[in-house]
T-cell receptor
Framework: DVKVTQSSRYLVKRTGEKVFLECVQD?????MFWYRQDPGLGLRLIYF???????EKGDIPEGYSVSREKKERFSLILESASTNQTSMYLC???????????FGSGTRLTVV | SQQGEEDPQALSIQEGENATMNCSYK?????LQWYRQNSGRGLVHLIL?????REKHSGRLRVTLDTSKKSSSLLITASRAADTASYFC??????????FGAGTTVTVRA
């Protein structure tokens, strides 16, 4: 069964900490994405990558960075966590072409 | 930026009834997709309709697309308790980056 795996389902971090959210896909997909989901706001794109070592900013990249050293892994980094980064984080991957996304189960991050 | 907007925000129906939700978007698209999210989980891809298609079916799902009105609808027929979830439309303007709406929450009552 093909899938996208996010390393943690729930995470609690302190303000100012550096936080790493890991995402791994086993479908050899070129494209990978990080979204955050907040009530009433839907999903907002943070960063995406179309290829290894390639990254592009989405709609809300401030306070985040990403790393894609291998095709299957796309990491989201919160450089210095703040309480307004408390959210559900969703990783997704897709192939080039008209295909849907495959999402991970999400990481619910709480920054205290 | 949020491209799609679903309507209604919430929908409550009896088991066996049909559920219809709508999505409006602002700019031209390559395709439009619908996803389902069960409480607190990731999204699951349901169906994709291309800009040159008007209607598509998958099991109990029927999707329509009207590019002249920039709108789409998702119909779930003969609903079941397991259809209780949030449903999102997402638009692809031809760069593989999907823009999602805020979703419609569907509750199916037994």
């Amino acid at each position: 069964d093909v899938k996208v795996t996010q390393s943690s389902r729930y995470l609690v971090k302190r303000t100012g900490e550096k936080v790493f959210l890991e995402c791994v896909q086993d479908m050899d997909h070129e494209n990978m994405f990080w979204y955050r989901q907040d009530p009433g706001l839907g999903l907002r794109l943070i960063y995406f990558s179309y290829d290894v070592k390639m990254k592009e900013k989405g709609d809300i990249p401030e306070g985040y960075s990403v790393s894609r050293e291998k095709k299957e892994r796309f990491s989201l980094i919160l450089e210095s966590a703040s309480t307004n980064q408390t959210s559900m984080y969703l990783c997704a991957s897709s192939s080039q072409g008209d295909y849907g996304y495959t999402f991970g189960s999400g990481t619910r991050l709480t920054v205290v | 930026s949020q491209q799609g907007e679903e309507d209604p925000q919430a929908l409550s129906i009896q088991e066996g009834e049909n559920a219809t939700m709508n999505c409006s978007y602002k700019t031209s698209i390559n395709n439009l997709q619908w996803y389902r999210q069960n409480s607190g989980r990731g999204l699951v891809h349901l169906i994709l309709i291309r800009s040159n298609e008007r209607e598509k079916h998958s099991g109990r799902l029927r999707v329509t697309l009207d590019t002249s009105k920039k709108s789409s609808s998702l119909l779930i027929t003969a609903s079941r308790a397991a259809d209780t979830a949030s449903y999102f439309c997402a638009t692809d303007p031809n760069d593989y980056k999907l823009s999602f709406g805020a979703g419609t929450t569907v509750t199916v009552r037994a």
